[in-house]
């Protein structure tokens, strides 16, 4: 069956612009999670959504990160005044449920440049 | 979440087991084991995952102690295609990444 799909693959822009990053997980998967990765480094946690709430936003590293999920589904990223250090791998990944024991399933990631 | 340990880098020859050790001496009664992979330009794929128990799936198998403080992954037929990034994690929900192994399956 299709697995995450993440949209765009590659997005290059300006620092100071606006970028959305979309993400539409497994059909079913009521838990969706997104996660940045650095270079060289293991992707890090930013938000989890269960269903259309944010349950967990504690990764968001300032106020210029938004997320949002309206109808349970799709996910929206949103990074206000982009900097060159969010220059990143953007990845999503959904679970069936959220519960401990249901893995989670990624995207192959947006790859975000800052120019 | 508890913390993993895991080597930076292992080689295995194509065709043999590929070992996989992981140390989370201090995760908790409810926390899961989960193993991940990435391949260059790839999102993290699941393999396995477990809580007391070994497990087996069609890619691989899972070894957890019986004190739980640590876990082996195992490869049971490695081949070039297995060479990857991989993370071992402990996790009650949300996913910590560390460094992960880097294996390389030469032939």
């Known amino acids: 069956g299709a697995g995450v799909s993440q949209t765009p693959s590659n997005k290059v822009t300006e620092k100071g612009k606006y970028v959305e990053l979309r993400c539409d997980p497994i059909?079913?998967?009521?838990?969706l999670y997104w996660y940045r990765q650095s270079l060289g480094q293991g992707p890090e946690f930013l938000i989890y959504f269960q269903g259309t709430g944010a349950a967990d936003d504690s990764g968001l590293p300032n106020d210029r990160f938004f997320a949002v999920r309206p109808e349970g589904s799709v996910s929206t990223l949103k990074i206000q005044r982009t900097e060159r250090g969010d220059s990143a791998v953007y990845l999503c990944a959904s679970s069936l449920d959220g519960q401990l024991n249901q893995p989670q399933h990624f995207g192959d990631g947006t790859r975000l440049s800052i120019l | 979440d508890a913390k993993t340990t895991q080597p930076p880098s292992m080689d295995c020859a194509e065709g043999r087991a590929a070992n996989l050790p992981c140390n989370h001496s201090?995760?908790?009664?409810?926390?899961?084991v989960y193993w991940y992979r990435q391949i260059h330009s790839q999102g993290p794929q699941y393999i396995i995952h477990g809580l007391k128990n070994n497990e087996t799936n069609e890619m691989a198998s899972l070894i957890i102690t019986e004190d739980r403080k640590s876990s082996t992954l195992i490869l049971p037929h490695a081949t070039l295609r297995d060479t990857a990034v991989y993370y071992c994690i402990v996790s009650q929900g949300k996913l910590t990444f560390g460094q992960g192994t880097i294996l390389t399956v030469h032939p």
């Open positions: 059909s079913g998967h009521t838990a």
């Open positions: 201090t995760i908790s009664g409810n926390e899961y």
